[in-house]
Each structure stands twice: as C-alpha cells, then as structure tokens.
C-alpha cells in the first residue's frame, strides 16, 4: 500500500509514498464508558523516512513537520489541514481529512547503521471541531 | 549517517562522526490536550561511544560530558549552547540548535566485553526558551 500525507497551513507539506512507512488512525472515546460518550476525540499517528536528498534533487519536506511541532499554540498557523490518502491498484481505499490538526507528538530517530533517519509524527483534531473530519475512500484515483 | 554535535560553554565539546552512534529528537507536548497546548518542550538523546586514545591521539573529549551533566544549577554554565548536525552524502539532512540546553541525564556503561564504553546524553531546551529553538536541514555542504 501507498500513502501520501499532505499538509496545509502556512507552508505545504507533501510526503509520498517513497518515504511514509505507516499510517495509524484512531478514534479516542473512553473505554470506561456506559453508553455513547461525547467525549469523542480522534488521534492520527504518521511513520515515515527521513531521506537525505541525492543527484541534486530537492530536500524532502520532512524538517517542515519538525518546524510545524514547535509552532506555539499563540499562532494560528499550529493548526493545519492534513489530508491522507491510502492508495492501493490505482484506487483509494481511504482518504482522510483532518483539517484542524495540531500536533502532539513528534521524534525523530537517527543511527550509524541506518542510511535514513525516521519520524514519528503523533496529530490530534481539534476537540471542538470533531464533526469536521472526513473519513472517505473507495473510489478510484483520478 | 554522520554526526556531529557542539557543545558551547565555558569550554567548547565537540565530538565527531567515529563516536555518536544516534540521535534522537522529540518534542513534547501533552498527549491528552484537546487542542494546542502552550506547554512546549523539546528533548534531544544522544548516545556514542567512549573511546580510549591510541597512538599518542588526544583522549576524546566524552569526559567533558560527564562534568557538564555534574555543573549545579546555580552556576550559569549549567546552560549551554548545542548543535547537532546530521550528515549523510554530502548532505546537511538536519541542523537542530539549542541555545540554552541543560542535561537531564547523563550515563556511561562499561562492560568487559567490549574494547569501548558507551555513553546517553539527554538534554532539554530551557522551557520558557522554546522559540530560541531552531531547526535547519536539506542543503548541501561543501
């Protein structure tokens, strides 16, 4: 399976298939609860390659996530859609639109033995704006 | 993947490529926030070797780490400046700079297996700090 993560704000963030590795999608209701909470919440948690660029070609956008997760909360610019598209022969089996995400998490992992750094990047949608969230897919790419 | 890593205080440390083995950078943000925190921090591990000096070489300067993690925190050299570069092809692929950084651990482990020791290193950005923070990445050095 593909993905492509694309990220707009201020600047856009566009990561393909080449260097997301995993995708996590979630939706954040209290298991203690007795009947439908409306405490509803909804957390994405993106895994990818971090790729040192070579042949002359452009950097990847990955240190524009390690800017965006130190954007403080003062400026408009730490929310920002996110749009996530599974793609899978041709056809897009999800597309995900967050499009107030902030984020919650973010690390960035380097060794001697590897060639490529990793990423973690954990996002929530903002709490308020739940019925915003698109979750779509089963239709085939244009 | 190379690195590097400076650290400017009173005394200058700096440690190549043949010792740090990793690097990692997170950013910490409370995970059960319901829309952007104010609460911002940043951490960065390290981890490398302790190398023992041979053929006259001067004796690396890990030892410098271990004194800096024992400054009390009433003298001001307890916050120094650090830079972490990440190299790979000829590539800067992250330049992450913490002008007021402080240790929050410092470990070394010696065993009689091994001909080295290794040595962990977690620093912090000073909180109220945090928009001194800065993160580079994606050219090409020469």
């Keep these: 399976m593909g993905m492509r993560v694309n990220i707009e704000g201020s600047e856009t963030v566009s990561l393909l298939e080449t260097s997301i590795t995993g995708v996590r999608v979630g939706a954040d209701i209290p298991l203690d609860s007795n009947a439908r909470s409306t405490d509803l919440g909804s957390t994405v948690l993106i895994e990818g390659k971090i790729l040192a660029p070579v042949g002359g070609e452009a950097a990847d956008d990955t240190s524009k996530l390690a800017k965006w997760s130190l954007v403080p909360a003062e400026k408009a610019d730490c929310y920002r859609k996110v749009k996530i598209d599974v793609v899978s022969a041709s056809q897009i089996v999800r597309q995900i639109t967050v499009p107030n995400a902030f984020v919650v998490g973010y690390e960035e992992d380097f060794t001697d033995e590897t060639g490529a750094g990793t990423f973690k990047l954990l996002i929530k949608q903002k709490r308020d704006k739940m019925s915003n969230l698109k979750f779509e897919g089963g239709f085939s790419e244009e | ?142």
């Design chain 2, 1 to 142: 993947m190379g690195f590097k890593l400076k650290v400017e205080g009173n005394s200058t440390i700096e440690l190549d490529k043949e010792i740090i083995t990793g690097v990692k950078i997170k950013t910490d943000i409370p995970q059960d926030s319901n829309a952007r925190s104010t609460d911002l921090g940043s951490t960065i591990t390290i981890t490398g070797k302790v190398l023992t000096a041979v053929d006259g070489d001067p004796f690396d300067s890990t030892r410098q780490l271990g004194l800096w993690a024992l400054v009390p925190a009433e003298n001001a050299d307890c916050y120094r400046k650090v830079t972490v570069e990440v190299i790979s092809a000829s590539q800067e692929v992250r330049k992450y700079t913490f002008p007021n950084a402080f240790v929050v651990d410092y470990k070394e482990n010696y065993g009689d297996l091994e001909g080295t020791g290794t040595f962990t290193l977690i620093i912090k950005q000073k909180k109220d700090k945090m928009a001194q923070v800065s993160v580079e990445g994606g050219y090409s050095i020469a």
